[in-house]
């Protein structure tokens, strides 16, 4: 099984150019999740989606903006990249509800560099 | 909002022996779920083990366990006979049965395997 597929796996940007990163999940998952990994921070949630339809914010949403285009997809778009959005972008999704315990499952990362 | 806090930013531990990582978090809900994720250098993040806040026993998976102390909101990670495979980024995250179940994620501490 694929899981989750991030493209690309690398990328590097002028200031002010756009872009938009690729996720799509193969596990009949609800709710999928746009992270950025940046050192000494962990990683940070930047937009969710709960189940097909909706999207809403999370702790760091400024200057991007997701479209979940059906259940498998989930995309992240910078309309304007700017250096401070130099990070490692990580998709990931869970089945989503309040039952269970199940943990979510990452893609492989998006190492993007803006210059 | 939640917070989750790694006070250690860096663990070197030998070959074989034992090292225990820490995390706490705060919140003011009483159901939640606790996780640890191993981040090795190739950049994925894999699940290692997860904890139901509202059960007593500490959960287990082979070599590692946690110890889950709710009333002091601390979660540590104790891996045993350490092996050199061990060695990776270590993040502990803490997950709200509300709120879409977003990860929240502490900054990680890098464990360093000695042979």
């Known amino acids: 099984n694929a899981g989750v597929t991030q493209t690309p796996k690398f990328q590097v940007l002028k200031t002010g150019q756009s872009m938009t990163l690729q996720c799509a999940q193969d596990m009949n998952h609800n709710s999928m999740y746009w992270y950025r990994q940046d050192p000494g921070m962990g990683l940070r949630l930047i937009y969710y989606?709960?189940?097909?339809?909706?999207?809403d914010k999370g702790e760091v949403p400024n200057g991007y903006n997701v479209s979940r285009l059906n259940k498998r997809e989930f995309s992240l778009r910078l309309e304007s990249a700017a250096p401070s959005q130099t990070s490692v972008y990580f998709c990931?999704?869970?089945?989503?509800?309040?039952?269970?315990?199940?943990?979510?499952?990452f893609g492989d990362g998006t190492r993007l560099s803006i210059l | 909002a939640q917070t989750v806090t790694q006070s250690q930013p860096e663990m070197s531990v030998q070959e074989a022996e034992t090292v225990t990582l820490s995390c706490t978090y705060d919140t003011s809900e009483s159901d939640y779920y606790l996780f640890w994720y191993k981040q090795p250098p190739s950049r994925q993040m894999i699940l290692v083990i997860r904890?139901?806040?509202?059960?007593?026993q500490n959960a287990t998976e082979n070599r590692f366990s946690v110890n889950f102390q709710k009333a002091a909101k601390s979660f540590s990670l104790k891996i045993s006979d350490s092996q050199l495979g061990d060695a990776a980024m270590y993040f502990c995250?803490?997950?709200?049965?509300?709120?879409?179940?977003?990860?929240?994620f502490g900054a990680g501490t890098i464990l360093r395997v000695k042979s």
């Open positions: 990931a999704s869970t089945k989503g509800g309040r039952g269970g315990n199940q943990p979510q499952h």
């Open positions: 995250a803490y997950r709200s049965v509300f709120n879409g179940n977003k990860l929240v």
């Open positions: 904890q139901e806040a509202y059960k007593q």
């Open positions: 989606s709960a189940s097909e339809g909706t999207t």
